[in-house]
């Protein structure tokens, strides 16, 4: 999956010939699964149509602030559509526009865009090598940068003039390639490798019966799945559940029953950095499972349990430097329990869900969380989706550790 999948981006294209290759710009980020919306200036139409940009991506395409054509016309609204963007590109960017953001004229709807956005600016530059090299446009690509808005530098080659030099726009693969290698490096967690337990653990009593509880996996999941957006490589060791995931940065590892996950934690431990651990372990099992199917001929049947091992706790006897952060489902007494739990297992954040709470616990797509960290400092949220509370845990850790 790519980091663009899923991020709302805008397209500025603008009165260069390499507009034409912004229809296959706007193919490559839908196919990486981006939602796009485009702005031309009102020159680059002359380029390319806005009916291609419109159908490939999907969505109307804006060039004036309102639709002249249109006697009931509606007031594009410039600082909305900014503020809808995760980054905005601007691809081709020509001389002319890059010194009007140079100087803040905002005398076109790109611009008023421009000025209102507070998301990522990139600007693929395309014109002829002479106007290339001009000092006014290379002093607009000293001033651009300072702003903070990242070059995607053009490349050498044979112009639209016949000249050959630098000044062609760089290819649409290779501006998509930039653009994720400088979201990837500039994610949070990047090069951090998690480790994340999710979902029951069944026990078993004879080969068709076990002992399980509610648990769905959903938190650990969201947790994998928010933390691997931000850039971390996730081990997820997950009991039996039915979500599932595909994430090139999550590697899945299937158990069933406590013993196993207890191994496969201990297989990744030492490689990770961070390991949360989330899943609803079985605190028992049963001493002996039975080989065959166990007949009902008694009118009562005991099973005896014992204890499983802790996996938590048994991290916490050997974590050193990782940062280790476990959960506490609890029902009465939550916040002592809960403290008791992170100093007893020598954690260094502990995650407590209340079954009293509304909208927390098993199988919701909520949760309700309060978070407490070594010193016993307490953080409660409000009820919120899971994959929301995954991000404010992993926002907390990346603040307690690398901030
Ligand atoms: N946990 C674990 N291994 C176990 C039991 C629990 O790793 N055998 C982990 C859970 O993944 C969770 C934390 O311990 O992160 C808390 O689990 P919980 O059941 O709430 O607490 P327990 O320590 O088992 O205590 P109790 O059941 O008595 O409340």
Redesign the pocket.
């Known amino acids: 999956m790519s980091v663009l999948s899923g991020k709302n981006i805008l397209l500025g294209v603008t009165a260069g010939i390499a507009a034409y290759k912004s229809a296959f710009l706007v193919r490559l980020l839908i196919k990486k699964g981006a939602y796009v919306k485009v702005i031309m200036t009102p020159s680059s139409k002359e380029f390319v149509t806005p009916l291609t940009l419109s159908t490939l991506s999907k969505n109307e395409v804006y060039s004036t602030f309102t639709n002249e054509e249109d006697d009931n016309a509606q007031w594009n609204n410039h600082v909305e559509l900014a503020l809808w963007a995760d980054l905005f590109l601007i691809a081709p960017a020509t001389a002319n526009t890059m010194s009007k953001m140079a100087n803040g004229i905002c005398d076109n709807l790109l611009m008023a865009v421009y000025l209102s956005a507070k998301c990522p600016v990139y600007f693929a530059p395309a014109m002829d090598l002479d106007m290339y090299k001009h000092p006014t446009t290379l002093q607009s690509f000293e001033k651009l940068e300072n702003f903070g808005n990242i070059q995607i530098p053009a490349e050498e080659g044979e112009l639209a003039s016949g000249l050959i030099g630098q000044g062609r726009m760089a290819e649409p693969e290779v501006i998509i390639s930039f653009v994720e290698n400088d979201l990837l490096d500039k994610l949070p967690l990047k090069g951090k490798k998690i480790l994340i ?1 999710a979902g029951p653990t069944f026990e078993a009593i004879d080969p068709v019966r076990f002992i399980g509880n509610h648990s769905s996996g959903k938190m650990g999941y969201a947790l994998a799945e928010v933390a691997a957006n931000m850039g971390a490589q996730i081990t997820l060791i997950s009991g039996p559940v039915s979500v599932s995931i595909s994430h090139s940065f999550i590697k899945i590892i299937n158990v069933t029953s ?1 013993s196993e996950m207890y191994e496969e934690t201990h297989n990744y431990f030492k490689e990770c950095d961070i390991a949360i ?3 609803a ?1 079985a ?1 028992f099992t049963p001493i002996e499972k039975a080989a065959q199917k166990i007949k009902k001929k008694e009118d009562t049947l005991t099973i005896e349990l014992k204890k ?5 706790a048994s991290l916490g006897k050997i974590k050193e430097e990782k940062y280790l952060v ?4 609890e029902t009465e007494n939550e916040l002592e ?1 809960a403290k008791t ?1 992170l100093k007893k297992k020598n954690l260094d954040l502990i995650v407590l869900n209340s079954l009293n709470d509304k909208g927390a616990g098993f199988k919701t797509d909520t949760n309700k969380v309060t978070l407490i960290s070594k010193g016993n400092k307490v953080l409660p949220f409000q009820v919120k989706s899971k994959k929301e509370v995954a991000t404010d845990i992993l926002h907390y850790i990346i603040k307690q550790i690398y901030v």
């Open positions: 337990t406590a651990l989330s899943a372990v605190d499983t091992k802790d996996i938590l476990g959960f506490a489902l329990n739990k």
